[in-house]
């Protein structure tokens, strides 16, 4: 029997597949021969290749912060039968200051970037589990590494992606089923003309906060080739074990290898205190 890695033909789910890296991934499985179930918020995103590919594309109607039809969905997705690959891509941010932020806002956010990975990686765990294995990819963010101002509830949710996922990769390796992070650095999508904003105030005009708000709606500099990052993706799906984190992008390397940096030297300048608050004989 073929394993995932070399299975002919593969049943990916994507969520977010109306432009930018989902439409990506989308195409590059389709023209690899695979099937997809697409998620979409716009019934006529994916016509063309519909047109194109006829019965190997499915789309779907979902907004992934209502857990009743992301529920509906897979429930619909799996009775079809086994899915190989899950992505988890869709998402947006919000670009302000934390104080400026509305609670709608912050609460829009992790129900996108978190809490609905969540839920959809919970349903699909078992099914995985008991077709012998399965691929989760969940497209995270150098964000999901780092930190910088402007964008802590966007931080806030790939962080927590971020743990989750490493958490629960442990749990089921031995089934089978393995997962890798996506941390993509500033790609040519689309993502950043869809950002929205916070109202700014006075106090973060001349600020950080004001200087990265002003760089993003100048449309900053975005090297990664969206193509490229999605044909990256798709040939780890290939590899027997796949990597737990991929990094994409000079931009995201270097970020997330100052972070780390940073982060372990700051730690190493704790040992003893570490060591002093132990219990003592």
């Known amino acids: 029997m073929p394993t995932l890695a070399d299975k002919a033909v593969r049943h990916w789910f994507i969520t977010g597949a109306s432009g930018g890296l989902g439409r990506q991934l989308t195409e590059h499985a389709l023209?690899?021969?695979?099937?997809?179930?697409?998620?979409?918020?716009?019934?006529?995103?994916?016509?063309?290749?519909?047109?194109?590919?006829?019965?190997?594309?499915?789309?779907?109607?979902l907004d992934v912060t209502h857990p009743a039809d992301i529920d509906a969905v897979i429930g619909r997705v799996l009775a079809a039968g086994p899915v190989d690959i899950v992505v988890n891509n869709a998402g947006y941010s919000v670009m302000g200051a934390t104080e400026e932020m509305t609670h709608e806002q912050v609460e829009h956010q992790l129900e996108t970037l978190l809490h609905a990975p969540i839920r959809i990686t919970r349903a699909f765990l078992k099914p995985m589990r008991e077709q012998g294995g399965g691929r989760i990819v969940q497209i995270s963010s150098m964000g999901g590494q780092m930190g910088a101002p402007i964008s802590s509830a966007y931080h806030a949710g790939k962080w927590g992606l971020e743990g989750f996922t490493e958490g629960v990769s442990r749990e089921v390796a031995g089934f089978g089923v393995h997962f890798t992070l996506v941390e993509p650095g500033g790609t040519g999508t689309g993502f950043v003309s869809a950002l929205q904003y916070t109202t700014e105030t006075d106090a973060y005009r001349d600020t950080p906060v004001g200087e990265m708000r002003r760089w993003l709606q100048n449309d900053g500099i975005l090297t990664g080739d969206p193509a490229k990052v999605a044909a990256a993706v798709y040939d780890t799906t290939r590899l027997p074990v796949p990597?737990?984190?991929?990094?994409?992008?000079?931009?995201?390397?270097?970020a997330v290898h100052a972070a780390l940096t940073e982060r372990l030297a700051a730690l190493e300048t704790q040992k003893d205190l570490a060591a002093s608050v132990a219990f003592t004989d």
């Open 243 to 254: 990597p737990l984190r991929l990094t994409l992008g000079t931009d995201s390397y270097d």
């Open 31 to 61: 023209r690899q021969g695979d099937r997809v179930t697409a998620t979409v918020r716009r019934p006529t995103a994916l016509d063309d290749l519909r047109d194109e590919y006829g019965d190997r594309l499915t789309v779907e109607i």
